[in-house]
């Protein structure tokens, strides 16, 4: 078994990774990486834990804006969103022979279970893939939040925030050619910056559970695995 730094993963996939670049919906190949990455893992003896978005589908504050619904509405067909990505997943991963459980805040129980923190740690414990959905419940938490909640409460190593960039940047790099890259930032400096990468109450959440949080491409094959292993990658957020 190959040696790892994180024996427990927190993976936060946004909606934009099981879709297409600048795409709608689901992509199998967008879901064929996922799940290569997460079988990976599992080879290392690693326990992968999921948190998935919803921004393929819907995300709820720009549809309270743009339809007039209530925000409250809009989070709540947002958190509903994310199921879909989850059971999507499920089946992806179970393709690969990984035994998988979809727990979400939101009961649906002709789909999925209700998440229960004794019964998740209990699901790792037992090898399986995790994957919660339907966010924390309420509205107006982001999926940010929900992982640093999530990760939290499963004692997990790590919350691994895999996003279509390379890590954590001092201006948009998509606009600033001379946007420089941090290798390593302490919470307190994410929060005095206003670096937008993440969302400020999971950085809270995060430091006051020592739980290291690193922002890396997903769309970089192996990049999962190097984070497991230790190895440098992305950008590590700790004390």
Request: hydrophobic residues 40%; glycine residues 8%; positive net charge.
């Amino acid at each position: 078994m190959t040696h790892v730094k994180y024996k427990r993963m927190l993976l936060k996939i946004s909606g934009e990774g099981f879709c297409d670049t600048n795409g709608f919906g689901l992509s199998g190949s967008a879901l064929e990486n996922i799940a290569r990455q997460i079988g990976e893992l599992r080879k290392m003896g690693v326990q992968p834990a999921v948190v998935v978005g919803a921004g393929n589908y819907v995300r709820g504050a720009t549809l309270s804006r743009q339809c007039g619904v209530h925000r409250v509405t809009g989070d709540q067909i947002g958190m509903l969103a994310t199921i879909i990505n989850a059971i999507a997943l499920q089946d992806m991963l179970e393709m690969q022979g990984l035994p998988t459980r979809v727990m979400s805040a939101i009961e649906v129980k002709a789909i999925c279970e209700p998440f229960i923190r004794r019964r998740a740690m209990n699901h790792l414990e037992k090898e399986r893939v995790i994957i919660l959905a339907g966010g924390t419940g309420n509205p107006f938490f982001t999926t940010d939040t929900c992982a640093a909640l999530r990760a939290s409460e499963i004692q997990a190593d790590v919350l691994l925030k895999a996003t279509k960039v390379d890590g954590v940047y001092s201006t948009d790099p998509a606009q600033d050619p001379q946007a420089v890259l941090y290798e390593k930032l302490c919470y307190h400096e994410v929060l005095q910056k206003n670096l937008k990468v993440i969302d400020h109450a999971a950085v809270s959440l995060c430091r006051q559970n020592q739980i290291d949080i690193i922002v890396c491409n997903l769309f970089k094959e192996g990049t999962v695995a190097q984070v497991a292993r230790g190895e440098k990658v992305g950008t590590l957020i700790s004390d």
